[in-house]
């Protein structure tokens, strides 16, 4: 089974769960704007 390389080097782009705020970062965190969990968005929507 394959598994996406994700470089921890390289910035990507995770989406908050409650409010849908979109940022560009090199770790998940919490959203800024509410403080929810975010989610990686990696794999573009196709
Ligand atoms: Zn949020």
């Known amino acids: 089974m394959k598994d996406v ?10 989406e908050c769960f409650n409010c849908g705020t979109v940022v560009r970062s090199v770790s998940s965190a919490t959203c800024p704007d509410c403080g929810a969990d975010m989610r990686n968005r990696q794999t573009p929507l196709e």
């Open 5 to 14: 390389e994700l470089d921890p080097s390289e910035e990507s782009t995770y």
